[in-house]
């Protein structure tokens, strides 16, 4: 993979030049991409003579002139955006959206769409996960996460309405973030769910993904320099315990003996009944808008929708303005319980997901993302660890709402701590 | 004007059709878009098209087919959409703003797009205002205000920021009505400030805009049907008095008088000093969130913006995170003590602008708006009084958060109030 902040570092010490970098990509996609198919459309001349022409300005920049590669259903005015659905064959956004904006002035470069699944929705891409054709890179974020796992690109672009940032992070054994609820703007992002939907990060460890955060968002975010003070950790099995794989249950309880092994404190702690509440609140929230942000493509285009969205917005139409109403004070009940119950720690960790990647017919199970994603905290999939067949399986740093820079920290602790697990 | 409410009663009745609710239209516009300009774009042929051969399924739908104006920062497939900029000069976007689908769901007929200002910023619009052409109907929903007033639509949807639906209803006098927060969706519509942008209704009373609201947001919002009970009221001055006019003075205290007289509780409280930080954040929070969300525009087209608007951009660049943060923390807690003032109230009083409509050299000020479009209560202007050269005067009801139905029950109060007082 390449590693953001190697390559910032490199290009700081006038080792490398951004001309360079894009050339690296190319190598990459040249030997992976017809296997991986990552990409819906590509840039890399525009790329490699922005790179050039304007190299001087970049390595001053906080990406110093690093690609990019920017999931498709985020508007860019020069690539199409077809955001997964053939409704959009061949369109053309006017306006880049403006995540795509902060990447230009922060000095990134775009080096080009990444394969969504339809609308960020359910039904599976073409994508393949880059350690093993028969499996799936998970989805909504497909092939932003595919894209940085087969080291073509070293930062993306995602998106998590369930668990569409961390889940295919864990399963490409890539780093993901998905920061606080509306740290990231979401303007020009399609909409699926708009109390849900969050803009997030894929590279190749947690220090690259702050890297890339910190520089898009314009915020202290990064956690590279110097050691990091041990964390409290809450160890969080949740009532969907019993849904994760032996391995993953292993993952996680491993993870925590490391990182109390390193240093943090590490407790058990038990989630009271109303965050089972909010969890089922997460698709009555999440259901009810589509319905209203996807009412255009629903009421005129039906025909040309997958099954299994179409259905999703069949039902979601007899939800009633009552139970989302309900829908939404239970979730502000809970991020109340919540922060309570953070009060007293600093992260929790939880499973990414429940097990590693399954077989390319689905794009795996969200079950242990929605709540968070709900609540609004800002996460991180932690990677380093396999299951027994080699493939990776990822733990989830979940921290306090607004916190982000804490959660980064504790994600890089317990990445150290993985890594001197598996050495 | 045209009553939505007295137009769906005819229709019920059978002594109308919605075809002739469009020929209504038709004469007004004919007689007095000349003078006023409130439309950018209009669609009669296709509106009376529609009217005619969808009649027996329109007059069963929520709003009979009645015809809507939309402001022209929502995304239409069927109009053009410039958002008031000529850097959008003859746009027409993909898809229906996820409210233009919900008017169409509805039964609602889309009659024209109505003039915004550039973004809905401050720059003036050519509207005028119906009431006297030497004065602004207000902005930035100047068209929607204009046209309801103008008779020419019964029903026109807007948006507001710092104060764009309430103000310029006010100046119009019309009933203007802004939702809770995130009542409605914002898909599809320009995006200012992701914190703030709020859609709202302009029709002729505030039965009118409740019966429109309960059509579109498919919620029991109806406030026509018998007596409304008598609201606890609460006038509230706020640091902000001084800047209304003598007229704007002696129109809330009347309007305080008469609520009193017809059997409300009518007492006067002073809000903490949380609210006053809580004006100056709503600055910081909008102009922060602007120059990310018109980052495209600003970057790459800004020798076509205004100059009110390039100037607020330039300076918003120097925004820090950590100043949007505070300003977000102060937002917070503001909410919380406003939520607690008012569990000992049903509504607040207080001017809906500085007092009636200025010269069309500007838009009006927002002053008497900013902070509750922050707090996300739901707002009504409620229309009725006039200043001494006659002009409109709008006082603003201002219900809890999440509580609409309430809000416009108090409001529907106090027009009949004011009625019984300028009889």
């Not at 775009?110 to 960020?120: D, I, P, S």
């Not at 916190?403 to 317990?414: I, K, T």
């Amino acid at each position: 993979m390449l590693s953001a902040l190697a390559l910032a570092r490199d290009i700081d010490a006038g080792k490398l030049k951004p001309a360079q970098v894009i050339d690296l990509c190319v190598k990459a996609i040249a030997a992976r991409e017809a296997d991986v198919q990552a990409f819906v459309s590509l840039d890399l001349d525009g790329a490699r003579r922005c790179a050039e022409r304007s190299a001087a300005a970049l390595v001053r920049q906080p990406l110093r002139g690093l690609p990019i590669g920017v999931k498709d259903i985020i508007d860019t005015a020069d690539l199409p955006t077809e955001y997964g659905s053939p409704i959009y064959n061949g369109h053309r956004p006017k306006t880049d959206a403006a995540i795509v904006s902060q990447v230009r002035r922060a000095g990134g470069l775009l080096l080009g769409k990444t394969v969504t699944t339809e609308f960020a929705y359910l039904q599976p891409p073409k994508t393949r996960n880059p350690h093993k054709a028969g499996h799936t890179p998970g989805g909504s974020s497909s092939g932003s996460a595919a894209a940085v796992a087969a080291g073509m690109v070293p930062i993306a672009i995602g998106s998590q309405t369930g668990g569409s940032v961390i889940r295919p992070a864990a399963f490409c054994g890539v780093a993901g973030f998905k920061p606080s609820y509306k740290l990231l703007p979401t303007v020009g992002v399609k909409c699926f769910s708009w109390h849900l939907d969050t803009l997030g990060f894929f590279a190749a460890s947690v220090g690259d993904v702050a890297f890339a955060a910190a520089a898009v968002a314009d915020r202290d975010l990064c956690v590279d320099a110097g050691e990091v003070a041990a964390p409290r950790v809450s160890l969080v099995r949740t009532h969907l315990w019993p849904e994760a794989t032996d391995d993953m249950r292993a993952a996680v309880e491993n993870a925590a003996k490391a990182a109390s092994a390193a240093g943090a404190r590490v407790e058990d702690i038990v989630l009271p009944p109303i965050m089972e509440d909010a969890f089922r609140a997460h698709g009555i929230i999440q259901d009810y808008e589509a319905y209203r942000a996807f009412a255009f493509e629903y009421d005129r285009h039906r025909e040309r929708m997958s099954g299994i969205l179409r259905t999703m917005l069949e039902k979601a139409a007899s939800i009633s303005a009552d139970q989302y109403d309900e829908a939404r004070r239970v979730s502000k009940r809970a991020r109340q319980a919540l922060a309570d119950i953070m009060a007293a720690t600093d992260v929790l960790l939880t499973p990414s997901a429940p097990g590693a990647a399954p077989d390319p017919s689905t794009t795996g199970s969200p079950v242990f993302n929605k709540l968070w994603t709900l609540m609004g905290n800002p996460c991180v999939s932690v990677p380093g660890l396999r299951d027994a067949f080699g493939l990776p399986l990822g733990v989830q740093i979940v921290g306090r709402f607004g916190r982000d820079r804490a959660a980064l920290a504790a994600a890089s602790f317990m990445e150290r701590a993985l890594a001197r697990l598996t050495r």
